[in-house]
């Protein structure tokens, strides 16, 4: 799924635990996740837009 594609969407980070620790929403076009602050490890990134999800590991070092 392309974020340029579906309009509006919304970005979710999870940590390990499955907690959400980020979230962004946007109606439309380029948007930016900003990962200051988080520990080090893998987490899983939400792309939600209407009933289309896509999901991705993201190592953050």
Do not use: C
């Given at each position: 799924m392309r974020a340029a594609?579906?309009?509006?969407y919304e970005l979710t980070l999870y940590d390990a635990q499955g907690r959400a620790v980020?979230?962004?929403?946007n109606a439309a076009g380029a948007t930016r996740m900003?990962?200051?602050?988080l520990a080090k490890g893998v987490y899983t990134?939400?792309?939600t837009s209407g009933q289309a999800s896509s999901i991705r590991k993201l190592l953050v070092e």
């Open positions: 594609q579906i309009g509006g980020r979230t962004v929403r900003p990962l200051g602050g990134l939400r792309l």
